[in-house]
């Protein structure tokens, strides 16, 4: 670990209380690590500043300087300085900490500006808070409650707007909600570098619009509905749906790629309603791509297997499980692992490969990185099949050694889990030759011809970890339950080794990450309990010499070896 | 003709019969000779020089023009530039379009001689977009002033050169306003920056260090190299250096522009020696001294101002010299010279209704404060107009002003505010709601 660099350190001081903290932190962050809350909408910790909210208004002073001394005046009874605190109040967010900086956040005149700038929000508003999606998530609704008046002096005809704009395939627009925040502008333009959004108009009948012919469609749209404090922009796909307090927050991991952004998976009754994304500084910050807010689709996809089957006739898993048990025995054994799988199920996959002597391989999964928070590797986690030593080289594209293994007769069964095999280079009539075993979530062209299917949760139904690019190791865990008659994968894997002879192995993470730590190396003396919500960052030395597909993303740059076996 | 009180620096040959705004004509005038002789002497003599005027900018905040210039990072390694405020959009104020129009080239020399001081190699006037012909005729006089070796590359054999540009606006008030003026000129929505940090000074056009200074301004820089900046300081006031222009617009016999040494005119004079008094059958009622943005002044109020030696004196509003520091103490502005006079005829509300309407239209909606609170100030004076007051709307006027003042990112917040703020102060009681509040005259019109 290299020591993070010693920031320059400065005291100030909020509502009385000192605090040291980095020079050059705003006010706003400041206060929240004194536990004080600044209201504000416009700010955001990862946007630039523009200070037009006017909410996080505060009350600002500094040491009073004896010119002839150049230090600052002592204030004879208390031995503190003396503070000259200015006529006018300045943003919190535009206010950096120096040196003897005093704030005020709970004075009069502070409390009178909220209650303005409260009041000048909401003539305009709708008020529309019964039907409105943000509703139990809102900051105007928030701060109106905290700092408003309570009562409106407001008689005059509210400016009407238009309700229901789309402004790409994803994200509506409700005009008349809009505080004209500009977070979502910042946004597009900064982070997403879209620059679809701005304003039209001027003074209060400002609207938010895309620019002519252009829609907000990147894959970074729904951040925006993120980050509007109001209800201004709502997800199209989740508007009107589901009020957000009935709804129960799971830690969640994006399986759409290796940067393994963290998410919240918002469901309830055992039904996801949305994604959103999870702060994380060093993976994702604040943000998400839309394409992993909608993987939930798959849980009730039409492809979905539910039932084991054997030769294509729907059995009782106990059944299905002996005849795999069975084919795995008889020895001749190829197994296909996946980058998708969590590395406890890689684990216990790499266990049966030992107990059978059998191959293994892992497919890859690449595409075009978009430089955001969507990698070219597509598998979320490929490193935790190098960690465990499931594969001890990077995916291959086709699985050709295989292909000539089976056409020799020497393989005469191959366990996939969820892979397709014919997409990965294997005809049909190669599968014809030897016996499939399928474990998945749904159905493809290798589980129809598979002699064993057995259906396995996804992402979104089970708890494990997977290692993102960065070698951070993060949670994922369970937020629904799975279909009926669908076993838990560590169980049904835990099964299998133990049916060929191998350890019995818990499926009980807790107890299954102290045979992981004891038996795996880079994972050593890592407990399940007590892995960090936000990850925890293994050395990647050991595979440095890998030439990983991965370019840079946000808070990631691939080592210079991998880069230039890119190039 | 000026007026007898009158002294003409700036508007010497406005309106002089036979004067043209060609290069020739200027030059018959003596034009151009203050730049060649600025070129030979050092930049810091001259930055000195306007710094000893005591030269106070005439865009409407009166900041001290020599001070902004040594506020410039002049150690950053980015270029320096200049951009020349020709946005003038004030209600009341027409003084720029005079120079612009009638003597371009003396502007064009205090462009020159403050790029000269400053090491600006690049300037731009951006010239507010409603005026079409004064960008038409900067354009002409820079060409001739370029052909001449004036303006352009190597200008008179120094080896310094410096281009001007004229861009014009595209029609809005906060364009005015500096940081705003340079987000407009960098082709964006003209949202004034937050300051700080964004002080043109250090982060301007293009992150790089600016001067922004209003025309009347530059002209003034003219005239103060060439008089010295000692013998400058000498006209007017103390700290109240100069001359101005003095725009008077309204119920006046004689309103128009005039030019006098700051401080040395009262209010008083000016209506009613210089302007000929209130029209036939009219008294004066109130006066707006320096744009729409100032304050009002009621006449028959008094002001009680102290002295430097602490004594006290008494003025009426007949008595206050137009100078800044005497407007600011008596809680208005000089602002940008625009005298707005009302007689007896005016209803206030109505008057303020006008204004409101005019700062609802022009707010550019950033920030919250003055995005809705000049709306709801023009709604509640536009519905009092109609007939609809109520006994609360002053007090409610005022305190949506108070919301507003002083909380927003730029000076249009206390520009909005203060008419608000002074009208319902100074005429309560035709803001109490009801018919019986309006005076008579002003009935006819509802």
Known sequence: ?567 | MPAPAERRLIFAHIDEPGYTPDLACYLRHGGYGVLQRAVARKPEELCDEVKKSGLRGRGGAGFPCGFKWSLLDRKSGKPIYLIVNADESEPGTFKDRYIMHQDPHQLIEGIMITCFANNVKLAYIYIRGEFPQGAKILGKAIAEARAANFCGPNILGTGYGCEIYVHRGAGAYICGEETGLIESLEGKRPYPRIKPPYFPAVLGLYQCPTIVNNVETLCHVKHIVDLGGEAYAKIGTPNNTGTRILCVSGHVKKPGFYEFEVGRITLGQLLHEVCGGPLPGRKFKAVIPGGSSAKILKFGETFTLKNKDGSTRTLAVEDIPMDFDTLAACGTMGGSGGVIVMDDSVNMVEALANINAFYAHESCGQCTPCREGSLWMKKITGRMVHGGARPNDGELLKSVADQIAGRTICAFGEACAGPTQSFVAKFGDEFKGGPAAMPASSLELV
């Open chain 1, 1 to 567: 670990m290299i020591a993070p660099p010693k920031p320059d350190l400065v005291t100030i001081n909020i509502d009385g209380k000192d605090i040291a903290v980095p020079k050059g932190t705003n006010v706003l962050e400041a206060a929240r690590l004194l536990g004080i809350e600044i209201p504000h909408y416009c700010y955001h910790p990862k946007l630039s500043v523009v200070g037009n909210c006017r909410m996080c208004l505060v009350e600002m002073g500094l040491p009073t300087v004896d010119p002839g001394i150049k230090a600052p005046f002592g204030d004879a009874a208390t031995g503190k300085p003396k503070i000259n605190w200015m006529p006018r109040p300045q943003i919190g967010c535009a206010t950096n900490a120096s040196l003897g900086l005093h704030i005020r956040t709970n004075s009069p005149m502070v409390r009178e500006c909220r209650e303005g700038v409260t009041e000048f929000l909401l003539i305009n508003h709708p008020l529309d808070c019964p039907i409105c999606d943000q509703a139990g998530e809102c900051k105007l609704q928030e701060f109106s409650t905290s700092y408003g008046r309570g009562y409106s002096r407001f008689v005059e005809q509210k400016n009407v707007k238009p309700k229901r704009t789309p402004l790409g395939p994803r994200v509506t627009l409700d005009d008349e909600r809009c505080i004209l925040c500009s977070r979502c502008i910042r946004f597009s333009n900064e982070v997403a570098k879209d620059d679809v959004l701005g304003f039209i108009d001027r003074g209060s009948y400002s609207t938010l619009a895309c620019y002519p012919g252009k829609k907000l469609e990147n894959n970074y749209s729904l951040n925006t509905v993120d980050i509007c404090p109001v209800g201004a922009l709502t997800s199209t796909d989740f508007r009107f749906q589901m009020r957000v307090w009935f709804l129960k927050q799971t830690a969640g991991i994006d399986p759409e790629s290796s940067v393994g952004a963290n998410t919240v998976i918002w469901s309830r009754e055992g039904v996801i309603y949305r994604i959103t994304p999870r702060r994380n500084d060093e993976v994702n910050d604040t943000w998400m791509a839309d394409s992993g807010r909608v993987l939930y689709q798959q849980i009730m996809a039409a492809d979905r297997l539910t039932a084991p089957s054997i030769s294509g006739t729907a059995t009782a898993t106990e059944m299905a499980l002996k005849s795999a048990g069975h084919l795995l025995k008889a020895g001749s054994v190829a197994i296909v692992g996946s980058g998708r799988s969590s590395l406890e199920e890689q684990f216990l996959l790499k266990k049966l490969a030992d107990a059978l002597r059998a191959s293994t391989a892992l497919v890859s999964r690449v595409g075009r990185g978009d430089g955001i928070l969507i990698s070219a590797d597509r598998n979320p986690n490929v490193r935790g099949a190098l960690a465990t030593g499931l594969i001890p080289a990077l995916p291959v594209q086709k699985l050709t050694a295989l292909a000539t293994a089976i056409d020799s007769g020497k393989v005469k069964t191959v366990l996939t889990v969820g892979e397709d095999l014919t997409a990965a280079g294997l005809s049909t009539a190669q599968l014809a030759k030897v016996a499939v075993i399928y474990l998945g979530p749904h159905r493809n062209t290798t589980s129809d011809a598979a002699k064993v299917v057995i259906p396995t949760l996804t992402v979104f139904e089970k708890n494990g970890t997977f290692m993102n690019q960065q070698f951070r190791l993060q949670k994922f865990a369970k937020a629904v339950p799975g279909p009926a008659g669908v076993a838990d994968d560590l169980a049904t894997l835990g099964y299998l080794v133990a049916a060929v002879g191998g350890p019995t192995l818990s499926s009980d993470l807790n107890i299954l990450w102290a045979t992981l730590a004891a038996e795996v190396k880079p994972l050593a003396a890592i407990t399940y309990a007590n892995l960090p919500s936000t990850g925890l960052l293994l050395d990647p030395t050991p595979w440095a010499a890998l030439p990983f597909v991965e370019r840079e993303t946000l808070h990631f740059k691939p080592a210079a070896v991998s880069g230039a076996a890119n190039a």
